[in-house]
């Protein structure tokens, strides 16, 4: 590259040899081009570092950054958003894959309308071998020009992986980034929710894959997944359940607490919030994505169409 790109993509990863070869390759081949790839390793002790330097080697938008440690996913995470100083920022996964238009379509949306903070696009969950099993409905009220409906929104509907978007750098550093606690990102995406609109490009083009050793599924208890994002939350004592849970609804209220909002919006948020902390305490329960199909007409490539797309270009 010689001018300045608009666009990092951040690619945090630890031991992800299974799949982020084609993950790269999905990223790379976008019709988009203009971005650098910062890609951290977290001390990866697989075959994850000798992938990323083959990379790297062969495109020069790819930063390869290796961490001595493995210092947990959460400022693995924030670290390669603070490498960057670009316009524009998404987080990406090692085992993901996108539509080869998806960075070109969000950011058109974003320079048509200066007043979205995201754009991302329709997704599909795909299983360990790249197929389908699932296209859930976003049904979130991010495009409303109502803040505290917005944030109605993120906590009481289920569905979204915005955070995954292209986002504008400088709302993201108004935040205090990705949490080590149990569902900092649902967090973080509202306090991004109360500072703008999303938008949602109407066609599928990112594929969240599904697989036994995500996080979700590898670490199946709060703390275990606290841990796996930040390792000194291991400790019991210094941080049982209660308090996770605790510095959950602590995020939304910081996220609150900062937006710019009128007292009569911060009024509403504050009693939305309420009424979702009785909710959640009475049913004690988590909702699941339901297998529902966006409104409107879909197109996309399946996974092993856009790979075979990309690899001709």
């Given at each position: 590259m010689t001018a300045v790109p608009r666009l990092t993509v951040g690619l945090p990863v630890y031991?992800?040899?299974?799949?982020?070869?084609?993950?790269?390759?999905?990223?790379?081949?976008?019709?988009?081009?203009?971005?650098?790839?910062i890609i951290s390793d977290n001390a990866s002790t697989d075959g994850t570092e000798r992938i990323c330097r083959e990379y790297a080697a062969r495109d020069p938008r790819i930063r390869y950054l290796r961490q001595p440690v493995n210092i947990g996913a959460?400022?693995?995470?924030?670290?390669?958003?603070?490498?960057?100083?670009?316009?524009?920022?998404?987080?990406?996964?090692?085992?993901?894959?996108?539509?080869?238009?998806?960075?070109?379509?969000c950011i058109a949306a974003l320079d048509d309308d200066r007043d979205l903070v995201l754009a991302h696009a329709w997704q599909a969950i795909i299983d360990a071998a790249g197929e389908v099993v699932l296209t859930p409905a976003y049904a979130l009220a991010t495009d409303s020009p109502d803040p505290a409906e917005r944030f109605r929104s993120m906590l009481f509907t289920v569905g979204g992986d915005d955070f995954y978007g292209v986002i504008r750098s400088e709302m993201l550093r108004r935040t205090p980034l990705h949490g080590s606690?149990?569902?900092?990102?649902?967090t973080?995406?509202?306090?991004?929710?109360?500072?703008?609109?999303?938008?949602?490009?109407?066609?599928?083009?990112?594929?969240?894959?599904?697989?036994?050793?995500?996080?979700?599924?590898?670490?199946?208890?709060?703390?275990?997944?606290?841990?796996?994002?930040?390792?000194?939350?291991?400790?019991?004592?210094?941080?049982?359940?209660?308090?996770?849970?605790?510095?959950?609804?602590g995020g939304f209220v910081g996220a609150i607490r900062r937006a710019p909002l009128s007292s009569a919006e911060r009024r509403r948020c504050y009693t939305?919030?309420?009424?979702?902390?009785?909710?959640?305490?009475?049913?004690?329960?988590?909702?699941?994505?339901?297998?529902?199909?966006?409104?409107?007409?879909?197109?996309?490539?399946?996974?092993?169409?856009?790979?075979?797309?990309?690899r001709r270009r």
């Open positions: 031991n992800g040899e299974s799949y982020l070869a084609q993950s790269l390759d999905a990223l790379l081949g976008q019709s988009y081009g203009e971005f650098e790839l959460t400022p693995n995470h924030n670290y390669v958003f603070e490498q960057s100083h670009t316009e524009l920022f998404k987080w990406a996964s090692y085992d993901d894959l996108y539509g080869r238009e998806l960075l070109a379509r606690y149990h569902h900092a990102d649902r973080l995406m509202a306090e991004l929710a109360l500072s703008g609109r999303f938008y949602q490009v109407p066609e599928v083009l990112f594929f969240r894959r599904d697989h036994p050793d995500r996080a979700e599924r590898a670490k199946p208890t709060i703390r275990s997944r606290a841990a796996n994002m930040e390792p000194r939350r291991a400790h019991r004592l210094s941080n049982p359940t209660a308090r996770l849970l605790a510095e959950y609804v939305h919030l309420l009424r979702w902390m009785a909710s959640r305490a009475a049913h004690r329960s988590s909702a699941r994505i339901e297998d529902t199909v966006p409104r409107g007409p879909r197109r996309s490539l399946t996974p092993p169409q856009a790979l075979a797309e990309m």
